[in-house]
């Protein structure tokens, strides 16, 4: 796949057949993606990726944890709130994706439902957790590394023909991760990606974002 290609046939899908990705197709797209760069080249990323009866077990089990206490205990700050133009684009994106899962702004159960597939993994065979180490005082340098790392991913996934989405939704409930996978305490739960093929028939696949006007987000001087 030509490189411009791979940018654009990324999106977040949200919707995945049950088909699982064959081991060496996933080992190839993870040694990929490793080779994104890094501050001082430490790559602090530890991943961890579930398929089979391990990401089942994670869907069943956050899923009842989501029912429970649906702002989970993330590691990491996250209120989800925004102002101004971030806030517009939020909305737009929000209101865009409802559109395709016909789901209205009013109707608070279907907003559930809508936020709920997070923790269903949207579908997939597998899901990826992104862990750093709590040895790191500065965890925003660390997000711009694991960044880096999981658009690498994104990116590897789409060069393989698999459809992914990125999600802080699924990082509320790193304890149960841990426990799940057998992952020790300083291991702290950054962001986790849903991926698999993409189940073309589900609306919310064809819902597309728009980015801002390049003088925007983007300042050329000389
Ligand atoms: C770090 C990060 C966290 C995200 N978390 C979620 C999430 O929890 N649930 C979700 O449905 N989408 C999530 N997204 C997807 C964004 O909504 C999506 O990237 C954005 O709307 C742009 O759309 P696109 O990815 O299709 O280009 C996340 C994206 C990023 C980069």
């Not at 088909?19 to 996933?26: C, G, I, P, R, Y």
């Not at 080779?35 to 080249?41: E, F, G, K, L, T």
């Not at 728009?210 to 925007?216: I, K, N, T, V």
């Amino acid at each position: 796949m030509e490189f411009a290609d791979a940018v654009h046939a990324r999106h977040s899908y949200r919707g995945f057949l049950p088909k699982a990705v064959d081991k060496n197709t996933l080992k190839g797209v993870f040694e990929l993606a490793n080779w994104a760069p890094s501050n001082c080249n430490v790559q602090p990323w530890h991943v961890h990726v579930a398929s089979g009866e391990a990401c089942n077990r994670l869907r069943e089990k956050m899923k009842a944890a989501a029912v429970e206490n649906p702002n989970g205990n993330s590691d990491f700050p996250w209120q989800g709130k925004f102002t101004g133009p971030y806030r517009e684009r939020q909305i737009c994106s929000a209101l865009g994706l409802w559109e395709y899962q016909g789901v209205t702004r009013e109707d608070r159960e279907k907003r559930a439902w809508s936020w709920m597939r997070n923790f269903e993994f949207f579908d997939a065979p597998h899901v990826a957790f992104i862990f750093v180490t709590d040895e790191f005082p500065e965890t925003i340098r660390l997000a711009a590394d694991v960044g880096m790392y999981a658009q690498t991913l994104m990116l590897s996934l789409a060069n393989a023909g698999i459809g992914s989405c990125p999600q802080t939704s699924i990082s509320c409930f790193p304890d149960l991760v841990r426990e799940e996978l057998g992952i020790e305490s300083q291991f702290k739960l950054l962001m986790g990606l849903s991926f698999g093929y993409i189940d073309q028939s589900n609306a919310a696949n064809n819902f597309r974002t728009e980015r801002a006007a390049l003088e925007d987000t983007t300042v050329f001087h000389s």
